[in-house]
């Protein structure tokens, strides 16, 4: 009678967008969803809070989450492990931004002769 049963609870696939809260990540799904009436598919986005248990996974991270009670007001999730994917890092774009020197200012650009 001791069976273990498989786990009812939802886990989705997502990206650790911020990790700013003590022992709370905000992860962001994102799945494609056709519209029933153009036929056409959309982008749908969602950012949930899930519980990062000692600030283990950092912006950037692919990471599966998994259902479980309430823990606070917004916080319905927690963060299971790393996604099985290859790259599990995801560039963030203001990290490149940051490691650019810039070029040619706009007024160098059009007033500058050959």
Do not use: C
């Not at 886990?11 to 799904?29: F, H, N, P, W």
């Not at 599990?88 to 490149?96: A, G, I, L, W």
């Amino acid at each position: 009678m001791n069976k273990k049963t498989p786990s009812r609870r939802r886990e989705l696939t997502g990206i650790v967008v911020s990790d700013k809260m003590r022992q709370t990540a905000v992860v962001e799904i994102t799945h494609q969803q056709k519209h029933p009436q153009y036929l056409k598919y959309y982008t749908v986005t969602k950012r949930l809070k899930a519980h990062n248990e000692g600030g283990e996974f950092k912006i950037g991270d692919r990471v599966r989450i998994q259902e479980t009670r309430p823990l606070s007001k917004e916080k319905h999730w927690r963060i299971i492990s790393k996604a099985l994917t290859e790259g599990n890092k995801v560039k963030n774009p203001t990290d490149e931004l940051r490691n650019t020197t810039p070029t040619q200012s706009s007024n160098e650009r059009f007033t500058s002769q050959p």
